[in-house]
Nanobody, 115 residues
Framework: QVQLVESGGGLVQAGGSLRLSCAASGSLFSIRRMGWYRQAPGKQRDLVAAITSGGSTNYADSVKGRFTISRDNAKNTVYLQMNSLKPEDTAVYYC?????????WGQGTQVTVSS
């Protein structure tokens, strides 16, 4: 079992920055890939950024150059640094961890960007 807890969401003005954190616990040796997804009202949950166990990263085109995913292995934590935020970034952001058999999800954290 893997447990994920997100934090760091909030209200920010357009052009501002936020850093989301995802603390993982449990069977961490099973995790192969971690990522951040977001879901706006009435829309699908989409991948924002992901990082593999080997350190490779990928990003949605809409956030490239603005968001950075990183990890701190000593703290078992994955981060999403979000810069130059836009109103269209407003969504609930979810942390995801993928193992061989299962996907695990955090509870989500709300990010609201005002114009």
């Amino acid at each position: 079992q893997v447990q994920l807890v997100e934090s760091g969401g909030g209200l920010v003005q357009a052009g501002g920055s936020l850093r989301l954190s995802c603390a993982a616990s449990g069977s961490l040796f099973s995790i192969r890939r971690m990522g951040w997804y977001r879901q706006a009202p009435g829309k699908q949950r989409d991948l924002v950024a992901a990082i593999t166990s080997g350190g490779s990263t990928n990003y949605a085109d809409s956030v490239k150059g603005r968001f950075t995913i990183s990890r701190d292995n000593a703290k078992n934590t994955v981060y999403l640094q979000m810069n130059s935020l836009k109103p269209e970034d407003t969504a609930v952001y979810y942390c995801n961890a993928g193992t061989f058999r299962n996907d695990y999800w955090g509870q989500g954290t709300q990010v609201t960007v005002s114009s």
